[in-house]
Nanobody
Framework: QVQLVESGGGLVQAGGSLRLSCTTSGSITGVSVVGWYRQAPDKQREFVASITGTGTQYTESVKGRFTMSADSAGDTVYLQMNKLTPEDTAVYYC?????????WGQGTQVTVSS
């Protein structure tokens, strides 16, 4: 079992920055993918960024603005979000793949005002 807790969301003006955190508890042995997703009102959940064994990937709309990283212990991942726009408004979720199972956090709200 893996438990995920996101934090760091909030209200920010366009052009501002936020840093989201996703802390994992339980064994992280066997984790193959850690990722961030988001879901805007009345839209489907979409991929934002992920870290796998081959590197870090980003959806096109956030490249150059968002940076995903992990701490040295590997139990906390971050999403640094810069140059935020109202289109980035969404609930952001952390997702982990471990031993063929997927786990999701409860999400953290990010609201960007124009």
């Amino acid at each position: 079992q893996v438990q995920l807790v996101e934090s760091g969301g909030g209200l920010v003006q366009a052009g501002g920055s936020l840093r989201l955190s996703c802390t994992t508890s339980g064994s992280i042995t066997g984790v193959s993918v850690v990722g961030w997703y988001r879901q805007a009102p009345d839209k489907q959940r979409e991929f934002v960024a992920s870290i796998t064994g081959t590197g870090t990937q980003y959806t096109e709309s956030v490249k150059g603005r968002f940076t995903m990283s992990a701490d040295s212990a590997g139990d906390t991942v971050y999403l640094q979000m810069n140059k935020l726009t109202p289109e980035d408004t969404a609930v952001y979720y952390c997702r982990v793949e471990k031993d063929g199972w997927e786990y999701w956090g409860q999400g953290t709200q990010v609201t960007v005002s124009s």
